[in-house]
């Protein structure tokens, strides 16, 4: 799938949920990405899934994560119902995987945010995990050390963005980079990057007007 279809496409639905009503500056749009792979530590220091709905019951009962195991060797995976296109409000995905597709969406909105458009041929996201995989996977040891090297990618457009010898290079040559390397490691523990990004996505869909955050 190409990268521009899915930045257009998140981006579309982050300015109807109004989280583009107010202008936004480098900085928040860096901190945001980063807060998304402080989750997925998060997860991970909790002990919980890669993959999982937590289900969101009436107002009557209390809120129970469940977590739904899929095949033999009891590998916890979300049961997410592409095939159907359906994503039942109040079934969210979560997990460590699913936050490092958060950091990816916010990604992409950013790209069409900045106006960054790919060379379709060059910019297939198979081909950008493929990369990934052969340059930096190698050197991730670990949930840690992977949000490490995404804080690491993620900050060098903060930097760039307000020292004095800030480069003229477009967000892309930084964020490109974070994204990549985040589908590839969730590609790697067997799961479908994509497949979580776009369930991810028709989740966002359905979550009310800026959900009660502020920005």
Same mark, same amino acid.
């Given at each position: 799938m190409l990268i521009n279809e899915l930045a257009k496409a998140v981006h579309e639905n982050a300015v109807a949920h109004g989280w583009w009503d107010d202008k936004r500056e480098v900085p928040e749009i &860096? $901190? +945001? &990405?980063?807060? /998304?792979?402080?989750?997925?530590?998060?997860? #991970?220091?909790a002990d919980?899934? +890669?993959?999982?709905i937590s289900y969101k019951h009436t107002e009557f009962s209390? =809120?129970?994560?469940? !977590?739904?195991?899929?095949?033999?060797?009891?590998?916890?995976?979300?049961?997410?119902?592409?095939?159907?296109?359906?994503? !039942? @409000?109040?079934?969210?995905?979560e997990g460590v995987a699913v936050e490092l597709i958060d950091g990816c969406i916010r990604i992409l909105d950013a790209f069409e945010f900045f106006g960054v458009k790919f060379n379709d041929k060059e910019m297939l996201l198979d081909d950008l995990m493929n990369r990934a995989k052969a340059e930096v996977l190698p050197k991730v040891d670990g949930v840690s050390s992977l949000v490490a090297f995404l804080h690491y990618e993620t900050s060098m457009l903060y930097?760039?963005? =307000? @020292?004095? *010898?800030? @480069?003229? +290079?477009?967000? #892309? %040559?930084? +964020?490109?980079g974070a994204?990549?390397? #985040?589908? #590839?490691?969730?590609?790697?523990?067997?799961?479908?990057?994509? $497949?979580?990004?776009? /369930?991810?996505?028709?989740? *966002?869909? %359905?979550?009310?007007?800026?959900h009660g955050k502020k920005f």
């Open positions: &860096i $901190a +945001l &990405i980063h807060s /998304e792979w402080s989750e997925a530590l998060e997860e #991970a220091r919980m899934p +890669l993959a999982y209390p =809120v129970m994560d469940e !977590i739904i195991p899929r095949g033999d060797d009891g590998a916890y995976v979300s049961e997410m119902g592409l095939s159907e296109g359906r994503c !039942i @409000t109040g079934e969210k995905p930097i760039s963005s =307000v @020292t004095d *010898n800030a @480069t003229k +290079l477009p967000p #892309a %040559t930084f +964020l490109i994204l990549g390397i #985040a589908m #590839a490691w969730v590609r790697e523990q067997g799961l479908d990057p994509l $497949a979580i990004l776009l /369930e991810k996505h028709e989740f *966002n869909k %359905t979550r009310p007007y800026k």
